[in-house]
């Protein structure tokens, strides 16, 4: 479970489910997936691919227990249990979307997640160079941060984890530069800084939480893709410290200060897109400034990109329709339709009460020759696998306005016990939204699972390419 008082850099990617187990799909007939059982077990890659995306721009992205994660350091643990990802999902959601929370927030420099609602791991690792010469780090990364990418860097406070964060040192890269305080036009918002260099300094309830400093310096995502006058918060204490082997979280947001806008872009690139892995044996990607699905040969369906005040950081899409078993849910356009957050560290997808209880319903009638198991979690509609060899289960869809529909598997559908084996208890892995989200669906990293997500900033969309990792 994640502490109550998170650090502020370890933003919580949740997971998608993992099942490289023993089975196969046989088809996809009369608006379901037929699975069956296979005797050949799966096997792990005995390889990490270079470059997942095989566009030359993108980052691997691995879990942080695959064993092609540049950190080792949560082999040891096991995946999180419904409960577990049902809690982070509240922590993330109500930080992000509950504006009357009582919390002392904090915004660099606009609105973005309150310190205190930040869970404390990053689920995902990328690697990025930073400096010239480029210093290799491993970073997290998040679509709803709070307005700046944050980098642990060294002197590291007493007792700090210390060899694999940034060294901010002007004799170790020639392109770093310090911000001066009240230089608003170079990224810093504040006027009131304890040095000449733009600084912050952050408390909790009377105790520094961090001091950090804003830098512009060259980020390296890819050899072809260089981002020169990168602004980050370097973080030089904080009062807790990374445990899953990162040093950051880069911010995707649509904040000014953001790295998605600090992308160079042409009409015929996007501002960044990522392929979130199946699982712990697997690779997923993460690619900025790389070429148009479409004009690379790729089928892309979009969605008409939104904002929602006060949260304008935010990626919000327009649901307009849910289909399941191929019928549309019996829902009039106008109270099914809703503001759609679309999130990379929040698990699960929250509709709207009603929209979710007819879902449920349909759901339920087609599943209604399966075991029943008990609720888990948020997670209320569960069922016991265990010992079939055939499994039955029908295809939910999410439309978009702008003419975008997500298809999604049973692996992005419903959230299993044993992440390894289909046949085994799964809850379907919707929920209520939130009363304090205003009616704000949320479309959550384990749907998103298996596509490529490409978010076109100039074109003001979403896209949606299937099967991509």
């Given amino acids: 479970m994640a502490s109550a008082v998170p650090c502020l850099l370890l933003c919580l990617l949740v997971?998608?489910?993992h099942l490289g187990s023993s089975y196969r799909t046989g088809s996809i007939n009369g608006g379901k997936h037929v699975i069956t059982r296979s005797s050949q077990e799966s096997k792990k890659p005995s390889t990490c691919s270079s470059d997942p995306s095989?566009?030359?721009?993108?980052?691997p992205v691995t879990h942080r227990l695959s064993p092609c994660s540049p950190s080792a350091a949560g082999l040891s643990q096991s995946m999180p249990s419904v409960g577990d990802a049902s809690s982070r999902d509240a922590l993330r959601l109500r930080g992000l979307l509950d504006d009357s929370a009582d919390s002392p927030g904090l915004t660099i420099p606009s609105t973005g997640t309150p310190l205190v609602d930040l869970p404390d791991a990053a689920e995902y690792h990328v690697v990025v160079g930073l400096g010239t010469p480029a210093q290799n780090i491993t970073v997290g990364f998040d679509t709803a941060t709070v307005g700046a990418t944050l980098l642990q860097c060294k002197p590291c406070a007493t007792g700090d984890p210390c060899d694999k964060v940034f060294n901010p040192s002007h004799s170790l890269s020639s392109t770093l530069y310090d911000i001066p305080c009240g230089r608003t036009w170079e990224g810093c918002p504040s006027t009131r800084c304890t040095t000449p260099g733009c600084t912050f300094r952050v408390t909790h309830n009377g105790s520094l939480v961090l001091n950090a400093t804003m830098e512009k310096d060259t980020l390296t995502v890819a050899p072809s893709v260089h981002v020169r006058g990168f602004r980050f918060l370097c973080l030089e204490m904080m009062s807790e410290v990374p445990t899953d082997g990162t040093s950051g979280v880069l911010d995707l947001s649509r904040n000014r200060y953001s790295l998605a806008s600090q992308v160079s872009l042409s009409p015929d690139t996007v501002a960044f897109s990522y392929c979130l892995p199946r699982g712990a044996e697997s690779q997923g990607f993460l690619s900025l400034g790389t070429t148009r699905p479409e004009l690379a040969?790729?089928?892309?369906?979009?969605?008409t990109l939104y904002s929602r005040f006060p949260?304008?950081?935010?990626?919000?899409?327009?649901?307009?329709?849910?289909?399941?078993?191929?019928?549309?849910?019996?829902?009039?356009?106008?109270?099914?339709?809703?503001?759609?957050l679309i999130e990379v560290q929040t698990t699960f997808t929250y509709l709207k009460p009603y929209v979710y209880e007819d879902l449920r319903e349909v759901f339920r009638a087609w599943m209604s020759?399966?075991?029943v198991a008990p609720s888990s979690g948020e997670l209320d509609t569960c069922y016991d696998f265990t010992g079939?060899?055939?499994?039955?289960?029908?295809?939910?869809?999410?439309?978009?306005?702008?003419?975008?529909?997500?298809?999604?598997?049973?692996e992005q559908m419903m959230y299993f016990s044993n992440p390894h084996n289909i046949f085994s208890v799964a809850c379907l892995a919707f929920a209520p939204a939130p009363a304090y989200g205003s009616g704000v669906s949320v479309i959550g990293s384990l749907a998103q699972a298996y596509t490529e997500v490409v978010y076109d900033l100039i074109g003001g969309k979403v896209g949606f390419v299937d099967n991509r990792c």
């Fill in 15 to 17: 997971l998608s489910p």
């Fill in 54 to 59: 095989g566009d030359g721009n993108g980052l």
């Fill in 297 to 303: 040969g790729r089928r892309v369906s979009y969605a």
């Fill in 311 to 340: 949260r304008r950081n935010l990626y919000f899409l327009r649901l307009t329709g849910v289909r399941i078993g191929g019928t549309e849910l019996l829902i009039p356009t106008e109270p099914l339709a809703s503001n759609a």
């Fill in 369 to 371: 020759n399966y075991k």
């Fill in 388 to 410: 079939l060899n055939n499994l039955e289960v029908p295809i939910i869809t999410l439309s978009f306005e702008g003419g975008a529909s997500l298809e999604l598997g049973i």
